[in-house]
C-alpha cells in the first residue's frame, strides 16, 4: 500500500506537454519528447510535466505532494519549478531542465525504493532474539511431547503431539519478522509525503535518539539569497570597477555568495569580462584571472593565500557594516582591494522550527563560514543553544567529531558542497532538497523544499516509527510468550485447559494481523 502509495505520485505528471516554438507558436506533444531547454506552457489547473524554472511571469504552484505543505506557494520568474506540482491560477510558461528519471519526483519515488529495502539497526534485535527464541520453543514443543506420552495415562503420545503441534503453530515468529520491516516501509512512504526523504533506515532511527543538531547558516537557516549591502573599496579601484571584477571572477561559481555579487553588477549594468583560470576552494573562496588581473574573493587576509587556518579568517573593517552581515573581501594582483558585504534574509519559518526542536529536547548550534558577528546576530534573534563562526568545511567535520566524543548523537544539517564531508561524519546526515547534489548524496535523509519545518517532522515521523517498532516487538512476544504454557498443557493439571492447533493457528495470524495494523497508524502521523 505504502509504494501504490509512492508511485501514485507518478500519475500525477501530465502525458501531454504544450512547448513553446521560438515564433512563439505552441504545439502539444508527449512528455517522454520534451527535452532540457524547452519552452513549456502550463495553464490553470495543470500539473507540470518536468522539472524547470520560471521564466515569464509570476505563479501559485501546489507542491503538497512534495512537501505536505496544503498552501500555495508563490513563485517568481527564475525559482524552480517541479514535476508534479499543480499550477492553482494563471498561465505561465517554465523553462525545462530535469526530464524523465531525473525529475525529482521520479528520484523520490527511487530512493524510497532504496530506503525500504534496507535494514534499521532494531531490525538486528529481533534477529537476535529469535536466534535464542526459535531453539527454546523447539525445546518446549519436544519436552511437551515427552511429558504427556510419559505421564498420561491414556493416549499419551497423541495429546502429546497435538501440544507440541499447538506450541510450534503459536510461537512461530511471522509477527516477530514482520514487526520491524513493516513500520520502517510504512513510515518512510508516510515521510516521502511530507517531503521527508529517508534515503537510509538507520539514519531515521538514529534521529530519534539524536541530542546535538549542527545547522549550516547560508540556505538552511536563511533563504540563501543575500544581497550586497555595502562596498567599500580601497583608492586604487571605484566601487563599481570593484564590484565588476569581483563579478566576473566569481561568474563561474555556483555558490550563493557569488550568485549574490554577480547579480548586483548585472543590476547596475556594469559589463562583465570573461574570467580565465578559475579555482575555487569550497568554504573559502575563489581566483581567477579578469584583464590580466589576478583576482581573489574569499574571506581572507588580504595579501594572504587562501589557508584553511580560521584564526586568518578575519577581515578587518571600518566602515558600519549591518552585524548580521557577510563580510568577502577581494584582493587584486595581491593587493587588498576592498570588502563587499552581504545580507541573508532569514526564513520565515526558521524561527518556529528551532523553538520546536529545542522543545523536542534538540540542543542546536549553528555552524558557519561567517565572522562571528554575523554569527552571534543570527544565533541571538534565533534563541540558538550556541555557535561555531569563522569555521572551514574541514572544521565543520572536525566540530561534528568533538561533539560525538563528548557522548552526543549530533544530527549535522546542511545544503553545500562544502558541508558533505560533515553530513558524511554525522550520526544522521539531513541534506537541504534545495542544495547541491553532493550534499545529498552524502546525507541519510533529504527535505524536499529545505524548510527546517520538515526537519521538525522529520524528528516526529522518526520518534513514531521507533516507537511504532517497539509496539510491534512487543505485541510479538507477548502473543507468542502468553501463548506458549497453554499450547503446551501447562494448565491442564489446574484447570484442564489445552490449545487446539486450529486456535494456536488463529492466535498466530492475529498476532501478524495486529503488528500490520499496528504499523498501518504510522500514515495517518
Known sequence: RTDLAIRALMHLTPKIAHRVQANGTEEDVPVADVHPGDMLRVRPGENLPVDGVLVDSDAEIDESMLTGEPLPVAKHPGDKVSAGTLNTTGSFVFRAERVGADTLLAQIVRLVEQATEREAPIARLADRVSAWFVPIVLVIAATSFVAWTVFAPERGWLHGLINAVSVLIIACPCALGLATPVSLVTGIGRGAQAGVLVKDAAALERLSSATTLLIDKTGTLTEGRPQVVAIDSTNDFPTDELLRLAASAESFSEHPLARAIVGAAQQRNLPLSAAADFSAEPGAGIRATVDGKRIEVGRVIPNAPLKTDETTRRVKHNPPYPESATLVAITIDGRPAGTIALADEIKPTTPGAIAELRRLGL????????????????????GLDGFHADVTPARKQELVREHQAKGEKVVF???????????????????????????????????????????????????????????????????????????????????????????????????????????LRLRRT
Do not use: C
Open 413 to 519: 544539517a546542511g545544503d553545500g558542497l562544502n558541508d558533505a564531508p560533515a553530513l558524511a561524519a554525522a550520526d544522521v546526515g539531513i541534506a537541504m532538497g534545495t542544495g547541491t547534489d553532493v550534499a545529498m548524496h552524502s546525507a541519510g535523509l533529504v527535505l524536499v523544499k529545505g524548510e527546517l519545518t520538515a526537519l521538525v517532522r522529520a524528528v516526529h515521523l522518526s520518534r513514531a516509527v521507533l516507537r511504532n517498532i517497539k509496539q510491534n516487538l512487543f505485541w510479538a512476544f507477548a502473543y507468542n510468550t502468553l501463548g506458549l504454557p497453554l499450547a503446551a498443557g501447562a494448565f491442564y493439571p489446574l484447570f484442564g485447559w489445552l490449545l487446539n492447533p486450529m486456535i494456536a493457528g488463529a492466535a498466530m495470524s492475529l498476532s501478524s494481523i495486529t503488528v500490520v495494523a499496528n504499523a
Open 363 to 382: 540542543k542546536v548550534y549553528m555552524v558557519t563560514g561567517d565572522r562571528a558577528a554575523t554569527a552571534q546576530a543570527v544565533a541571538l534573534k534565533l
